[in-house]
């Protein structure tokens, strides 16, 4: 039964007391003068005295009812009233907004418990956030936002998916997810975020980065997952502009690379145009030097054109091209070469002084260390490992004291070259000549 119905049968109850109280006392008077009227004729006063006590018990009576109803009636009324608008604010409270207050107007029991309210929502709204404040948070957003239950099905979504969607957000409600994307950003496994585009209302697409995480919380269903949209199209736009720029850069350094092999070839030609009006041998064999020198550089910038990577070459195919290149110029058909080399990519700034270093020492070998035609062999060998390089020029032959001359231009070269490369020179020439340089495959180290 409610507080009203209780009060209501209270003030009916205490009308009625009164009414049945009224009714007694006026049947009794009536009945004490209905039993003394022959008396009562010669005493007129008597009369009139119970006569006028008639009158006043019902009068009394009536009024008693009255004033009762309309007490229970106010009594009702004031605290439905302040019940309601308890009931009205605790509802409010209920839907999120914490901010409500009651007016308090009264220092009854009524009034202590409207401030007792207030108090509490007061303390709420310190402590917690209200889920009009929390709306008002996501539809700020500029991401896309989707909550999503176990069946791909959007239970909520953001005021930036709306707008991008062009449908209210009511009506994006209980409709699947996957709709809405080319590819459904749920039928992939793992947390990775997923790139897809999500259909705008012209029809056209949008790039957008989808985030996934599973939805923790007491008011979240089981299996819920929010799913957060990233507008990329800004960054898809900057991604295309620096891989045009940097395939225009590519064919720049590429044409670099071919116009300098280019030009180095020139210079070679030349050299050949200009060593062929010598007589002296030894000035031609200077010139055919210098022409091997620039053949060796030529040779990397030949590589580095033909690379998919302009910044490092294939260390290995460039020692078997320079080799056969050399074995050609000095058409040394008794002497073989061994090539024992592996995979390995270098730097241009390391792989042209290291290619002129096995430049200087196999022309060494094939010119001085096999004279009158004598066979031997030529053996380059190039190892990587464990933060540096190793190589090493062997031949079988007698090119020793060519090497023992410091004052030479090759001998100089070679040692230049190796501080160049910030490594270490070491020779041995018991049975041939066996040179090693050791270079750090990280220069800063």
Not at 290 to 317: G, K, P
Not at 321 to 345: I, K, N
């Amino acid at each position: 039964m409610t507080l009203r119905r209780k009060l209501v049968f209270t003030v009916l109850g205490l009308v009625l007391g009164a009414v049945v109280a009224g009714t007694v006392a006026g049947l009794t008077l009536w009945y004490v003068r209905a039993g003394m009227g022959p008396l009562l004729r010669d005493a007129p006063t008597v009369a009139t005295l119970l006569t006028r006590g008639l009158w006043l018990v019902g009068g009394t009576s009536a009024l008693v009812v009255l004033a009762g109803a309309g007490a229970g009636w106010w009594l009702v009324h004031s605290l439905q009233t302040s019940l309601e608008v308890l009931r009205d604010a605790v509802n409010q409270v209920q839907s999120g907004r914490l901010d409500t207050r009651v007016p308090v107007d009264t220092d009854d029991e009524l009034g202590r418990l409207a401030r007792a309210l207030n108090r509490m929502t007061t303390t709420l709204s310190r402590r917690t956030v209200s889920r009009s404040y929390l709306h008002a948070v996501l539809d700020s957003m500029a991401e896309l936002l989707f909550v999503v239950d176990d069946r791909g099905r959007v239970r909520h979504a953001n005021q930036a998916a709306s707008e991008a969607l062009g449908r209210p957000k009511e009506a994006l409600r209980d409709t699947a997810l996957s709709t809405h994307f080319d590819t459904d950003p749920l039928a992939t496994d793992g947390d990775d975020p997923v790139e897809c585009r999500v259909h705008s209302p012209d029809g056209a697409s949008v790039p957008v980065l989808v985030s996934r995480s599973t939805l923790r919380g007491a008011d979240s269903g089981a299996g819920d997952i929010v799913c957060v949209a990233q507008d990329i199209s800004a960054r898809k736009e900057t991604e295309d502009q620096l891989r045009r720029s940097l395939q225009e850069k590519e064919v720049l350094l590429r044409e670099l690379h071919h116009r300098v092999k280019n030009n180095l070839q020139v210079i070679s030609s030349l050299l050949h145009a200009q060593a062929q009006s010598v007589d002296d041998p030894a000035v031609k064999e200077r010139f055919r030097e210098s022409q091997d020198r620039i053949r060796s550089m030529a040779s990397i910038h030949e590589q580095l054109y033909q690379s998919d990577n302009l910044a490092r070459v294939d260390f290995d195919a460039y020692l078997e091209t320079l080799t056969d290149e050399l074995f050609r110029s000095y058409r040394t058909g008794a002497v073989t070469c061994s090539l024992d080399v592996v995979d390995q990519a270098l730097p241009i700034d390391q792989a042209i002084p290291a290619g002129l270093i096995v430049n200087e020492l196999v022309s060494n070998a094939l010119e001085h260390a096999f004279p009158r035609g004598q066979d031997g062999t030529v053996h380059v060998q190039f190892r990587a490992g464990n933060g540096e390089a190793t190589l090493v020029v062997a031949d079988d032959g007698d090119g020793a004291e060519a090497l023992d001359a410091e004052d030479s231009l090759g001998v100089r070269l070679v040692r230049g070259l190796t501080r160049q490369l910030r490594g270490t020179l070491s020779a041995d020439i018991d049975d041939g000549v066996t040179v090693t340089v050791t270079f750090p495959l990280d220069p800063s180290e």
